[in-house]
């Protein structure tokens, strides 16, 4: 398939991550959809990679599977410890920012 | 010649000196005495090196100038200060230094009973007012010139308001600083009018351009006429002579040395200077002459109704000013910068006699006193001699100078202004008889209890300190008239034969009618007023031009800056408070945006991700 | 080969409708279910595009892993709670627009542009190509990338640590 799918796919992707993210009211629920929005991207370093014959693309992908990893865990160790306190995982709660 | 500019130099600056080592040196100020002793000293160096360098400067038409650039511009230097010593202004420098260390050694016997921190400020004053005539004097171009005229006004205004805590000194020392700024700022006006046409301030360069003509002198007319306006403040002419009689508030030396001899002829000197300017403005030196001729005869009519001696002397300056005015309006600048010389010697001896009068007997009003010849004897008798020049009569020093101002009239073909000249002749020796009988001749009146010194029976000559100067100036009054009697300076115009006996005529006539009413009582002195009812009246209410000026002051000035404050306060103020307010209620309001919850940040990125793209990728 | 479009497009359409049914399905636990189908269908993706190992990593660590994580996440957080936390969204429409908009104006992005060329041919083996300059051009952020997980390491002991 062309690059041109390959990309129209992770588009698609990320907006739905995109909705996700804004829609969602749980914290978790949140998470997933950033998890959607860095596929997408994954998705689309790999295809330039790929069809460029450039194999950096393919690295960067490592290192960002690699940090998703490693952010997915400490955000979700947040989220358990918000939860411990405040007694609520939903994100609307969470406005003591308010300005 | 060159040591003539240095010692016109050093007489200039030493004053300035002594005014800047008494305001910085606060304790010497405070002291008194020693205060007043440097600024004597000080006086009496300048009046050596200004007749030294008068000596040296006598050679007429030659001008010797010292320059140092003040203000650099682009092309060249904007304006200089220096001095621009010629033989008239080393006269007139004589003059001013001459009076002023006459006023001064006089003050010490006068103010003797001041507290030594008001003395020490008294003569802080002086020392800065005779650096700043001298200033005026000297100036090569007009800016140094209106700068040294401004502090000329100030030092006026300092003097007249010497004892500011009466409040007619108060009141009498703004007014003179109003009305004296009104005319500044058209002379203002005026030297940058000037300025912008012909591109200098300078006098010299000014005399060649004239010289030379030229297109840069069209539409002079204006620029002269402005000038003039700063010299009629400055010179009480009328309508602006109402802050001359009010000035008498201050102490009588300094009525003496700057409303008789010095601040107020600098208008008449700045017009003596400049006169090659008015010479092709001929229109305005006739108004110039109608204006001075008019003020001469107004003021002399003003004179003849004051009981107070100083005010008649007052009314009688600036009816001399008005002579010199319209002499140079005649166009003979010669004849009235005489009589400023003249003038300035005559009637600081009047002033300084009578304030040995006043500080006497205690009162200002002349008919309070009476037979002071007999207790007075010396004061009488320099005060005669002041009163006989001021008259005109031959060999007493106005005599010859009066005499010019009526020839020159005369050959200018001012003839109405002429006559009223000579009318005021008239009544100048009335009214200065008038004062000689009832106020040093004739019954003594009631003493009143007068304010301060010893009372009209206890009436005795002035001390020595307070002596010295008069006798000094009647000295050189007399003197200069039997001079100018034997050898008087060459006229630039002969005077029809008739003149110099109408002029003398007219003097003896003016004597003999005040010997009439106020000498033999063979005129009754009220029936005279009724007689002139129409004038009489008007004279004593000042002819109503003080109240025009204090309602144009209070309603026109005061009103403006009232509405003005409203104006600031209101719409300015109210201006910057509502958008202020305005952006109290945008920052609330806008605040709103931070709800505290992520998911509308994250909202917001995204917003502005989709834009850039729009944006970037918008068709060109 | 002709197999490939139709592969493509089925792991397409299963990457595009599980990714819809985890924003848009209201319980929670299926949310996460779904999203490790997601993370298979990538893991296809990547195998159509010959890169293998990332496949396998991706395998690894995110349907594995993350998921793994996530499960447990939402276990943790639903038992303090007490019963199933039931998913409800906020904003669907103006979300939906925003979305919208940024799909069409990234496609209008794709519209311009030579991305219609054929694939070139693979040449040598890409796993080692990878391994390969992750140890010599990009070995820096690779030791970085130690540095970070150290971090993160210490960072999720630090937050699990007992309420003292």
Request: hydrophobic share 55%; net charge neutral.
């Given at each position: 398939m062309t690059l041109q799918a390959y990309l129209t796919l992770a588009a698609m992707l990320f907006c739905v991550g995109l909705f996700g993210v804004i829609t969602r009211r749980n914290t978790i629920g949140i998470l997933l959809g950033i998890e959607l929005m860095l596929n997408a991207v994954n998705i689309n370093l790999v295809a330039f990679a790929r069809f460029l014959g450039d194999v950096s693309g393919m690295v960067f992908t490592v290192f960002t599977i690699c940090i998703t990893v490693a952010e997915v865990a400490l955000g979700l160790a947040l989220v358990i410890l918000i939860f411990r306190i405040r007694?609520?995982?939903?994100?609307?709660?969470?406005?003591?920012?308010?300005? | 010649m060159a040591v003539s500019g240095f010692l016109a130099l050093w007489a200039w600056l030493a004053p300035g000196l002594a005014f800047l080592i008494l305001s910085l040196v606060v304790p010497l100020r405070r002291s008194g005495k020693p205060a007043a002793w440097l600024s004597i000293v000080v006086s009496l160096a300048a009046l050596v090196a200004a007749v030294v360098a008068a000596w040296h400067a006598r050679v007429p038409d030659v001008a010797r100038r010292m320059l140092w650039e003040w203000i650099p511009v682009e092309d060249g230097v904007l304006t200089s200060v220096g001095v621009l010593v010629t033989a008239e202004a080393t006269l007139m420098l004589i003059l001013v230094a001459l009076v002023s260390f006459l006023v001064q050694v006089y003050s010490l016997g006068y103010l003797a009973d001041e507290p030594p921190a008001s003395l020490g400020r008294y003569y802080t004053y002086q020392s800065l007012f005779t650096f700043s005539m001298m200033g005026l004097v000297l100036a090569p171009n007009f800016v140094q010139l209106f700068i040294c005229w401004e502090?000329?006004?100030?030092?006026?205004?300092?003097?007249?308001?010497?004892?500011?805590?009466?409040?007619e000194a108060a009141r009498a020392a703004v007014k003179a600083f109003w009305i004296t700024k009104a005319g500044d700022v058209f002379f203002l006006i005026g030297i940058v009018m000037l300025w912008s046409r012909t591109g200098t301030f300078d006098f010299a360069e000014l005399f060649e351009l004239v010289q030379g003509g030229g297109e840069a002198l069209a539409g002079l007319g204006l620029v002269t006429f402005f000038i003039y306006l700063g010299a009629a403040g400055k010179s009480a002419q009328?309508?602006?002579h109402v802050w001359l009689p009010d000035a008498m508030e201050g102490p009588t030396p300094v009525s003496a040395l700057i409303h008789a001899a010095t601040m107020v002829t600098a208008g008449v000197y700045l017009l003596f200077r400049t006169a090659f300017l008015f010479e092709q403005t001929p229109d305005v030196l006739a108004a110039v002459g109608w204006i001075g001729a008019f003020t001469a005869l107004l003021a002399a009519t003003l004179a003849c109704v004051q009981s107070d001696i100083k005010r008649v002397l007052a009314y009688s300056?600036?009816?001399?000013?008005?002579?010199?005015?319209?002499?140079?309006?005649?166009?003979?600048?010669?004849?009235?910068?005489?009589?400023?010389?003249?003038?300035g010697v005559f009637k600081a001896l009047l002033f300084l006699a009578a304030g040995a009068v006043i500080h006497a007997v205690g009162t200002n009003d002349i008919h309070a006193m009476g037979g002071l010849a007999r207790r007075m004897p010396q004061t009488f008798i320099v005060f005669l001699v002041g009163t006989?020049?001021?008259?005109?009569?031959?060999?007493?020093?106005?005599?010859?100078?009066?005499?010019?101002?009526?020839?020159?009239?005369?050959?200018?073909?001012?003839?109405?202004?002429?006559?009223?000249?000579?009318?005021?002749?008239f009544l100048t020796a009335f009214y200065m008889f008038r004062v000689v009988f009832i106020a040093f001749l004739g019954a003594p009146a009631v003493a009143s209890a007068g304010h301060g010194g010893h009372g009209e029976a206890h009436a005795h000559d002035a001390p020595a300190i307070m002596a010295l100067p008069l006798w000094i100036l009647a000295a050189l009054a007399m003197g200069i008239g039997i001079w100018f009697s034997i050898a008087h300076p060459e006229a630039e115009f002969v005077p029809p034969g008739w003149l110099t006996p109408l002029a003398v005529g007219v003097a003896v006539a003016g004597i003999v009618f005040a010997w009439l009413v106020y000498g033999l009582r063979a005129i009754s002195g009220d029936r005279l007023f009724e007689r002139f009812w129409w004038i009489g009246e008007a004279a004593v209410e000042r002819f109503w031009l003080d109240d025009l000026f204090a309602l144009v002051y209070r309603r026109v000035i005061l009103g403006a800056s009232r509405s003005i404050g409203w104006v600031d306060r209101y719409i300015v103020d109210g201006i910057l408070n509502v958008l202020s307010a305005w952006t109290l209620t945008a920052?609330?309001?806008?605040?709103?945006?931070?709800?505290?919850?992520?998911q509308d940040y994250v909202y917001g990125v995204a917003l502005g991700v989709l834009l850039l793209m729009v944006w970037m990728r918008w068709p060109k | 080969m002709s197999i490939e479009p139709i592969a493509f497009w089925a792991l397409a359409v299963v990457l595009l409708a599980s990714s819809l049914a985890v924003v848009l399905t209201r319980n929670l636990f299926h949310s996460v279910l779904y999203l490790a189908l997601s993370l298979t269908a990538t893991a296809g993706v990547f195998l159509s595009l010959d890169a293998?190992?990332?496949?396998?990593?991706?395998?690894l660590l995110y349907a594995g892993g993350v998921v793994t994580i996530a499960v447990f996440a939402i276990v943790v957080t639903e038992r303090l709670v007490g019963d199933r936390i039931t998913q409800t969204s906020r904003q669907i429409l103006t979300g939906f627009i925003l979305s919208g908009a940024l799909l069409v104006a990234l496609l209008a992005v794709f519209r311009r542009g030579p991305l219609t060329v054929p694939r070139p041919v693979v040449t040598g083996d890409l796993t080692r190509a990878i391994g390969q300059s992750l140890l010599t051009t990009y070995v820096l952020p690779f030791e970085l990338l130690g540095v970070l997980f150290l971090a993160a390491l210490v960072g999720a002991l630090y937050f699990a640590r007992p309420d003292d």
């Open positions: 007694r609520t995982a939903v994100a609307d709660h969470l406005d003591l920012l308010k300005g | 502090l000329v006004g100030l030092c006026s205004y300092l003097l007249i308001g010497y004892w500011y805590q009466r409040p009328f309508p602006f300056t600036v009816s001399q000013l008005g002579y010199m005015m319209a002499a140079i309006g005649a166009g003979f600048a010669g004849a009235g910068f005489l009589h400023l010389l003249t003038h006989l020049s001021l008259a005109g009569i031959p060999f007493f020093a106005g005599f010859f100078s009066k005499e010019e101002i009526l020839s020159a009239a005369w050959a200018g073909g001012l003839t109405v202004p002429f006559g009223m000249l000579v009318l005021a002749a920052g609330d309001r806008l605040r709103r945006i931070q709800t505290g919850q992520a | 293998e190992f990332l496949a396998a990593v991706q395998l």
